[in-house]
Each structure stands twice: as structure tokens, then as C-alpha cells.
């Protein structure tokens, strides 16, 4: 759904009256005017006449009725919303599911032949739609270190079409140079992607900092509840009005009950992050302190790895780090993790409750090692906390705990 940007207003005013246009909720001196566009049920819309059918044939744009694969007011809101608060974007997709995204935008700017670089530490799922879907239609894809950008530069062949960033990296959290990386891509012809789902745009504004499609996974903060799933893509028109011909013929589309809940979710964003940060904050503090702990991985944490980049580049964080136990061994790790109360053991994060899952990234790494050579290599176990609303004086007590667990042996 595209809209002109609205850049004059902060972020926080802006989640509030994005995508709330008054034709979705009627107009506050109408009877019946809501705050909340409608869940807008349709597969099909009526037309008046064969004329009226055909108009809205013609007219291949989101915010216009013709068929529910185009979506309806409840789906226009939300893309509209997610547009309004991306500086320098035109227009937003939505998918099912965040990796819907990514491989919607990816097969939306590659054709076979066409290499795609990946950053080493991305999302696993992103190395698998490269390795694997893309590799059956004839894209080549290659990794490369996000924190080597002379490296990054010389990854670079006549065919590299496209590069799928991502920062801070999954479960490892390294902070690359995006402005730089994006920089180089855009001098060597390509396409720059962002998965931007640990920052959001208020952490990272991505097109602003020279990302050319900013991509999210919306299961995570935007719904915020984990009780959805859902992916976004946002970009500038020229590659909007790609990335929504390929939607459209993979025919994506979420449905209004979903829309309506991650626009719900989406009100709160700005505040739930805030905290969500500041309780993730202390919390990393407190871990960096203690004897079971070798390295904490949040960069937002002062001293930590990726913070110097982090605190120029971004506007805010989240509740999303890494930690790695200092020695012990796989059983001592499942003691401290099962010893938990408080942190639900599950994938996913960005919802209200807290969560941990262990760290292993090793097989999915194709070019930078782990435990990276700065690491002693007996510290291998890490664990990933996402920190939610809970007091984090209740969940420091409980990591307490679950180090009793960790060192009884
Ligand atoms: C969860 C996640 C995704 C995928 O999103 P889904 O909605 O689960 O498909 C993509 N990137 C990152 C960084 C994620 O954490």
C-alpha cells in the first residue's frame, strides 16, 4: 500500500495516527466513525455494472476493490501504517510470515543467473531460501562477512544483482556497517536488502541509512503478542511496484483478522520496545558481571562487540541478546535453561512474555567461524534471551537461580 511519507511527525505520533485514514473508520463528525478500520471480510466485491467491473480491473493498485487476493481496508491500513513510519518509503507488501517476505522481495529483484550475497550471520531460514529455492530458478548464492566490508566490496562479479543484510545478526548479534555495506552495494549496481526485524524502523530507519527494501518480520514486535504471523516489505516506488507485481503473482495475502491484530499491536510498538530495552539493558549489566558468563552479546550494551556501530547508526533497540556461558558443557547449558521459570523455552521473540532459546550457530556459518578466533574456543554455549515486560528485577532472579542449576554439574 503506498502513501507519501509523513516525515514531520515523531515516531511516537506517528504509530498513533498511521494508516488511519477516515474513509477506513468514517470521520469523527459522522455517527459510527471508529478509531480501528473494520475487519473487512471479502474474497469477493460486488460491482454495480459491467462498466464499474472494468474499471476495477484496470486499475492494478492497492487502496482500490476488485478482488481479496488485492487486499481491503483492514490490509491497506496496516501497509499504510508500516509506510508512514519507514522514511523515504513509497509503499509496503505484506506476506504471511516474515520468511514469505524475504522470499518475495528476493525473487521479486533476482533472475537466474544472477548472484545474491548473504551476510554470514543471517537468519537460518534466509541462507536456506538462497541455498535452496533460489538455487533450483539459477541464482547463485554466496556469504561474506558483515564485519569486513573491503571483503564485502571485493565479494562483489558483473552478476551480483543483490545483497540480504541483516543487523544485529541472528542469535549472534554482530552490528555491521549498514550505511557502508549499502553504500557499496548501490555503487556496484545492487540491490540492498534489510532484514530489519530486531530494530523496526524506529531502531533503524534502513532506507534512510541507504537500504534500498527494508524487511521485517511482523510476528515479532509489530504483533507483539505471538499470536500471529506476518512479514513486511517496504522500498521506494520503483522497486514497491516490483515487489508488489511478484506479491500479487505468488499471490500473497494476509488475512483482515491478522491485519487487524498486528495494527493493534502496532500502537504499542514505540513503548513496549522502550521498555523492553531498558529492562534488556540492566539485564546484560548484571550478566556481564557475572563469573558463569564470558561475553554478553547486546549491543547495546557499552564495551560490548557491535556497540561503537550501534550507537551512531541506531535509534533505539530491543529486547533480543546473546550470552555465552563461560566453559561447561551441552548438559550444563540444559540445566540452566530448564531452570527457568520465568523465560517460556520457544522460538520466536518480540511478544510480551520473556524467552530463551540456546545458541548454535556453528552449522550455519559458511565463511566467518564460531566461536570467532577473538573467542576462547572452550566458551562455546550461548544462550539467547528475549526480555519482555516482566520486571527484570523478577527475571534477573530467576537467571540467578538457573546459574545455581548450571554449576551444581
Ligand atoms: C523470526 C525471524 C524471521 C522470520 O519471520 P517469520 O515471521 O517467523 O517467518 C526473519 N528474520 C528474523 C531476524 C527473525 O527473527
Redesign the pocket.
Known sequence: MAKAPTDRQSPATRLVTAGRRPEWTGTSNQPGAVVNPAVWRASTHLYPDMAALKAGGKSNEDGRFYYGRRGAPTQWALAEALTELEPGAFGTLLYP????A?AGALLAVLRAGDVLLITDNA?E??RNIGLGLLAQYGVETRFFDPLDPAGFAAAFCERTRAVLL?APG?LTMEVADIPALAAIAREKGAVSLI?N??ASALGFPALKRGCDIAIM????HVGGHSDL???SASAGEALYRRLRRTAQQLGHVVSPDDAALALRGLRTLGVRLERESASALRIAQWLAARPEVARVLCPMLPGAPGHDIWSRDFTGGCGLFSFILKGGDEAARARFIDALQLFGIGF??GGFESLVVPVDPKGARSVTSWPPARMDSADRFGVRLAIGLEDPDDLISDLEKAFAAWSLG
Open positions: 510470515s516474515g520468511v514469505a524475504i537468519y531460514p534466509s541483516e541472528s532484514d526485524t530486531w518480520s511482523l510476528t515479532k504471523m506476518m512479514g520466536s521473540w
